[in-house]
RNA sequence: GGUCCCUUCGUCUAGUGGCCUAGGACGCCGCCCUUUCACGGCGGAAACACGGGUUCGAGUCCCGUAGGGAUCACCA
């Protein structure tokens, strides 16, 4: 059995897209299970509709989403003098053609024939004599496809699919401007790079048996094939630019962590038993093809979610705060000092437990800055407007500040004391004391709040809210 | 319309003829924990599209119907 090569072959006509990110992680995969080669090609042949933005985003939500690929990535549009070659050695050996139809004139066939509810193959010129053709006329190459038979392909996701031979069409090689289509490309491409396993998108499926021509007429082998269900939206519809699709980048802003992704986008369309939490190294153990679903899965947020809070649970604390810099600087209006990242580090456990998104830790975590006056969310400022707050809070002020030690150990027990010697619930006191201190924010145990926070920045907030 | 593919809880899925009175996860509902919030724990509602076969026995195999999807470019 030859080494694995997969590859991942987008066209670069927008961003990285989610279904096409599953596509390049199965590739990825594929290639890492069986210790080959993932390749990475852009497929920019239309040079009117590709762009280098779009391949700066393709490469850039790879790397994000940690797909590296071996070598450089490859442009398609750089081979096109191989492909043009190709073309002609099929002219040569009879399993090509010369086609002299316009445009207009094709356009004009088919819709004809659309009209009659028959196929058109665009075989206008496959029998024509030739002879008669000026010197210098224009013309594209087309294949010849063969009308008998039938061909069977072994897909490794959809089974055996056959398709009879009559429905293939003559389809282009050669554009009459003599710029390969990516149909003779692909072809080309994969046999040239020694690719053994094409895993790519269900919308390819039928396109397998117009290739597989090329192959046959080049005496190539031909590939194993592989076409994975697509993604759908949360309404069932095919998710794309105009319907819900979102470059990865945009999953990157939402605050979502790239292993979280990787994990959902797995999951979604393939299973390994019930293993839900799956980590990468436990991912390329466990992945085959066989376990890929047939059917398109819908998109769910909630599940992300929910990974991604798992993620971010288990992440360091240091990374995080790498990973919210930018957004908690913009937050809080300044950059974070020393003292404040220090202070941010040490909450981020607690306030991780109960976040879903990078946004909702830097939104909790940003009342450890020094943002004084705080402002306060609607809840907070109620729990402040009661009767003898401002009292009362006056008088834990005084109980905490004579405290010598500031640590979870004299804190609690003097807030404690205070509640008793006032004949108050704890949580009359607990609750007015959070308010204050953290204007609403989930921050988690509020003795551990106090403690990060220090004992002149929490003093300096309590007073803040017994003045006038 | 032609061709091809698909069809298990709302969603992602387990299931490869008996282990299925169909399991897990997300979401939802209830309870517990609790100074807030969340995490967590416990419990619950919730599915084999439909109709025929084959078989001692079908979610699992075959056929049909319905529904969904893909594709039919000198785009990729």
């Known amino acids: 059995m030859p080494k694995v090569v997969t590859r991942f072959a987008p066209s670069p ?7 096409g990110a599953r596509t390049a992680l199965y590739n990825w995969l594929f290639a890492q299970h069986h210790g080959g080669k993932f390749l990475l090609r852009i497929e920019d042949t239309d040079r009117k509709r590709s762009s280098d933005e779009a391949i700066d985003a393709i490469l850039h939500g790879m790397k994000w989403l940690g797909l590296d690929w071996d070598g450089e990535a490859v442009s398609q549009f750089a081979q096109a003098e191989r492909h043009r070659e190709v073309a002609y050695a099929m002219l040569e050996s009879g399993h090509a053609y010369k086609c002299y139809a316009t445009p207009e004139e094709i356009a004009e066939r088919r819709d004809a024939a659309r009209a ?21 006329t224009p013309f594209s190459v087309r294949i010849k496809m063969p009308r008998e038979g039938e061909v069977t392909i072994t897909d490794h996701v959809q089974g055996d699919v056959t398709v009879q031979n009559s429905e293939l069409d003559d389809m282009i090689l050669l554009r009459s401007d003599g710029t390969p289509t990516y149909m003779l490309s692909v072809c080309v491409d994969d046999h040239d790079m020694g690719v053994t396993h094409i895993i790519r998108g269900d919308d390819h499926l039928n396109n397998a048996f117009r290739q597989y021509q090329i192959y046959e007429a080049m005496g190539w082998d031909v590939p194993e094939f592989a076409h994975i269900p697509l993604i759908h939206g949360p309404d069932g519809k095919k998710l794309s630019k105009r319907h819900g699709a979102l470059g990865v980048e945009a999953y990157e802003e939402m605050g979502f962590l790239p292993e979280a992704l990787r994990n959902y986008l797995l999951r979604l369309g393939w299973s390994h038993g019930d293993e ?12 085959t093809l066989g376990n890929v679903g047939r059917s398109p899965a819908r998109f769910d947020f909630d599940k992300l979610d929910n990974l991604n809070g798992h993620y971010l649970r288990n992440t360091d604390s240091k990374r995080i705060l790498e990973l919210i810099e930018g957004t908690l600087s913009d937050a809080i209006g300044h950059a974070p000092t020393a003292e404040e990242k220090e202070k941010v580090i040490l909450s981020i456990p607690a306030v991780s437990e109960r976040a879903k998104r990078l946004p909702d830790i830097v939104d909790n975590v940003s009342c450890f800055c020094n943002i004084r006056p705080l402002a306060l969310d609607d809840k907070a400022a109620k729990t402040l407007s009661g009767d003898d707050i401002k009292t009362m809070l006056s008088g834990v002020i005084a109980q905490l500040a004579g405290l010598s030690d500031w640590t979870l150990d004299t804190i609690k027990p003097a807030i404690m004391e205070f509640a008793e010697a006032n004949e108050l619930k704890l949580g009359k006191v607990m609750q007015p004391v959070r308010a204050a201190v953290t204007g609403g924010k989930q921050t988690g145990d509020l003795i551990d709040t106090l403690v990060i926070l220090g004992k002149e920045e929490t003093l300096s907030r309590l007073a803040d809210q017994t003045a006038d």
């Open 276 to 287: 839900e939490i799956i980590s990468t190294s436990q991912a390329i153990e466990w992945f």
């Open 13 to 19: 006509t927008g961003f990285l897209h989610i279904g």
């Open 116 to 136: 009659n509810g028959t196929s058109f193959r665009g075989d206008i010129w496959r029998d024509k004599d030739t002879t008669d053709v000026a010197e210098g």
